[in-house]
C-alpha cells in the first residue's frame, strides 16, 4: 500500500510542504495546483525535488468545470486540459484529477459527460497518461460517487477511471457500500478524510473543517472497507482542507497525516481479513492497565519542596535508586518520582521547563507492543544510556516533548522497583490509603495541538475520546476533551488554551508547549481526605460563599452535606442519572502542576466540568494572593 498526501493538507512553501511530507515517512505526494502555481520554480524543477525527497507524484490537482460545456466553452476546456497534460509531463505524474462541474453554464447529462471523457481519454492515452473522475459533493450536476461512476463507465476508456473521497461520499450521508461493486482497476485513486459532525453548508465544511481520519466522525473506516473490499491496489491519499493545518507545523501535520493513515488502514485490515492489504501487521491498539508512575524532574530546593508537599497529600518516601539522585513516593497505588539528576532527559527538561512533569509510566497489556506499534505509526522510540543493574524500560517519544515509559506483568519489567531501587516497607499495604489511585491526568496545550494529542492516543492506545466541551475562565475560553481506556481504568484530559491570558494559556506558555498541569487522585472518602490531608498541613483551595449558595439551588443537598462541603472547599457535581462527584483542590501548586482529590460516586463519567469556572477563578485569585472572603 502505498501512503500519499496532498499539498494543499499542510502549511509552508512548496519546498517546506514536500520536506515535511518525505520526513514523515509518505510514499507519495499529490500536487495541489495552487502550491505550484504558488512557487517560482518550473514543474520539472519540482519534479525532481520530489523524487530527491523519495517520493513520487501520484496525482495532480485539480482540474475544475470540464465536462458538459456548450461547444465554445468546451473547446476551452480542453485546451486547458492539454496545457495541464504539458504540465504533468514536465512535472513527472500521469494522473490528473478532474472533480465533476460547478460551472452555471453546465449543461449536464451523463451520456454528454461521457462522451467529453472519452475525448479527454483519448488524448490522454497518447501522452500515456490517464484521468481520474471525482464527485464533489456540491456538483452542478453530478455529486454522488454512484453517478459518477456510472460516467466512467459509460465513457468505457482504458484511460477514464474513477476517483473517490470519503468526504463527498460520507459528507452527503451517502452510504459507501455501492463502492466495493466497482472493479478495483476502475478506480484510479482514493482521497480520504474526516471531519467533524457539523451541521453547515457543504463547501464551507469541506473547505474549513476536514482532519485527519480518526480525528473527527465520520465513518472513514467503513468508507475504506468498502474501497479495499473492490480490489483496488492504489496509493491511498490524504486531501484535508483546514484552517488549523495551514496555520500548523508542516512537520506535525503531516507525522499526524501518516500516523492516521497508517492507524486507518490496520482498522481496515482487521476489519476485513479477506481483503489483501499491502502493508506490515502491527500489533492492535494496546490497553492501558493504568498509570504506573508520575516523574517530576527537579533540582534543588525544589526537591525539598516537592516533598514537602506530597508529605502532606499523605505520601511517604518508599524507595531512592541505587545509582542515581532519584526518589519515589508512594500512597495506595500511586507513584511520584522526583528526578534531581544534572544529566539526561529529566535535566533536560528542568533545564528548559523548570519543576514539572517529565515522563510518565503506564502499565500496559505488553510493553513490546506498544512500542512497536506506536514506532509502526511514525512515534520515535526513547531511550538513554543504562547504570549498572538498570532495566531496559521500552519508552516512546510523545507530542511536545514528552516521554512515556511502558510497564507490564509478561516480562521482568513490573520488577523495576526491587531491582533499581533500595525499598522501604510503606503505606502502598495500607488497607484504606487516603488517596487510592490516580483518577486522571490533565494534559495543557495550544488548541492548534489538541487534535494531534487525540490522535496520538487513540491511534495507539485502546482508548475513546468524549465529546469536547468548552470551559469558561474569566480571560477566555479553554477546550477540553478526555481519552479514556475501553476499562475506564486510565483518563486523560487534553485542555486547550486559545489565550496566553486564560490559567491553561499561561501555563503552556510558560512550558513552552504541552506539558501535564494536573493531577488528579482518586479517594474513597473526600471528607475524610480533607480533614487528614488538611491537618497535615496542606491548604486547599478556598471556593466562594456564591457557589454554595447556587448549589443549594442547582441540586437537593441536604443542608448537613452542604455545610461539610462549604468548610472543606469541597466541589459538588451531579449527573442526571443521580450519579455524584465530589472534588477539592490544592492551593500550592507543584511547578505550576495543581493538584485534585476527587471521589467519583458510581457511575459518574465526567470530571465535573460545571464547577471549572468557579475552580480557574479561585486559582486566580489565590495566584494574586487576594481573599475573596
Known sequence: MKTSIATVSISGTLPEKLAAISAAGFDGVEI????????????????????DHGLEITLFQPFRDFECLPELLRKKAFDRA????????????????????????SLGGIDRAAADLFELGERAATRGLKVGYEALAWGRHVNDHRDAWEIVRRSDHSNIGLIVD??????????PETIRTVPGDKIFFVQVADAPAIDMDL????????????EGDLDVTGFMRAVMASGYSGPVSLEIFNDQFRGGRPETVAMDG????????????????ETRIDMPAIPPRIEIEGVEFIEFAARGEEVDQLSQQLHQLGFQQIGTHRNKSVS??????????????????AAEVRE?????????????????DTVARATALGAKPFDQPLGPGELAIPAIRGLGGSVFHFIDGQSDLSDVWQVEFDMQPTRLEDEAPVLRSIDHVAQTMGYEDMLSWSLFFTSIFDMQKTPMLDVVDPDGLVRSQAVESVSGGTRITLNGAESHRTL?????????????QHLAFATDDIMRAARTLTAAGLKTLPISDNYYADLSARFDVEPHLLEQLKSAHILYDEESDGAQFFQFYARNTIGGVFIEVVERGPGYKGFGAPNAPFRIAAQKRAERNVSAF
Open 82 to 105: 492539454e496545457r495541464k497534460f504539458d504540465l504533468m509531463q514536465e512535472l513527472g505524474t500521469n494522473l490528473m484529477l478532474i472533480c465533476s462541474s460547478v460551472h452555471p453554464a
Open 328 to 345: 519515589v513516593w508512594g500512597q495506595g497505588e500511586i507513584r511520584i518520582v522526583i528526578n534531581a539528576e544534572t544529566e539526561g532527559h
Open 352 to 368: 528548559g521547563r523548570g519543576l514539572s512533569v517529565c515522563d510518565i509510566g503506564l502499565h500496559v497489556s505488553s510493553a513490546a
Open 32 to 51: 495541489f495546483e495552487q502550491d505550484f502555481i504558488a512557487h517560482d520554480g518550473s514543474a520539472r524543477e519540482i519534479g525532481q525535488v520530489v523524487r
Open 258 to 273: 501518516y500516523r492516521s493513515l497508517m492507524a486507518l488502514m490496520d482498522d481496515v485490515r482487521l476489519a476485513e481479513p
Open 504 to 516: 491553561a494559556g499561561s501555563f503552556a506558555a510558560r512550558r513552552q508547549g504541552s506539558a501535564v
Open 203 to 214: 463547501l464551507y465544511w469541506s473547505r474549513h473543517f476536514r482532519n485527519m481520519p480518526g
Open 166 to 175: 470519503s468526504f463527498h461520499t460520507l459528507g452527503r450521508g451517502l452510504s
